[in-house]
């Protein structure tokens, strides 16, 4: 049974769709802690499923690296499997990536390496693109440059704004992170061997859609 934490910044949608696969018993993964920089109304799904919750404020703490051994000390008192970024709005310092790696992943409103950052959704549209995309990726010191996962297109529709566009994403997204997790529990994917982005690609090679092993 893969232990979770989870840490949201907003309204935890993706949260609540896995606390409610991680109710069905033969779901192998459960949720053991959620945090959050600040005191996200994602927290209510928290409470109703009786799971524990933490909040660090980023301005509670003298600099960055202050607040990174503090989320360190919350999330690795739960001796979790894996840490999962649901709409997690911060940056995480280096050591807190260091200290987590492979096994923390990020779930994305775009079909990266598209429309990394903040405003996935809303860069796709002032792209003026007919299609995004919603990727679930390892996190890395980059912006959202992690080894992909998964992915998977999604169409942006005329008269489409951020928010009907975002709606259409978001159960892409939870799709993609419940398959994703189950695929980590079971062990068809292995987060230590998904190849990089951060490292030159060849010339002409397909960018990966699925899990992409490195080769032995
Ligand atoms: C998701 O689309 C996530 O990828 C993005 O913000 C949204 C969070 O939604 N960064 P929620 O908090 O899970 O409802």
Redesign the pocket.
């Known amino acids: 049974m893969l232990s979770i934490v989870v840490l ?1 910044s ?6 609540r769709a896995l606390l409610e696969a991680s109710e069905d018993a033969e779901f192998p993964a459960r949720v053991v802690a959620v945090g959050a920089d600040r005191d996200a109304d ?1 927290f209510d799904h928290a409470e109703e499923f009786g799971i524990p919750t933490f909040s660090l404020a980023l301005s509670s703490f003298s600099d960055r690296d202050a607040w990174g051994e503090a989320l360190i000390e919350q999330i690795t008192v739960w001796n979790p499997d894996l840490v999962v970024l ?2 997690f ?1 911060k940056l995480l310092p280096e050591r807190v990536v260091a200290v987590l790696s492979p096994n923390i992943i990020n ?3 775009a079909y990266l390496p598209e429309f990394p950052g903040a405003h996935g959704v809303r860069d796709a549209i002032a792209a003026g693109v007919t299609q995004t995309g919603a990727s679930v990726i390892v996190v890395d010191n980059g912006v959202d440059s992690g080894p992909i996962i998964s992915q998977e297109r999604v169409p942006v529709l005329p008269g489409d704004t951020e928010s009907s566009l ?1 709606e259409r ?2 159960p892409v ?1 939870r799709r993609l992170l419940i398959q994703a997790i189950l695929d980590i529990a079971n062990g068809a994917v292995e987060l230590g061997r998904l190849r990089s982005n951060l490292r030159p690609q060849r010339r002409g090679s397909p960018r990966p859609r699925k899990a992409t092993h490195e080769s032995p």
């Open positions: 949201i907003g309204g935890g949608s993706n949260l994602g649901s709409g709005m779930t994305h409103p975002h994403i978001k997204e």
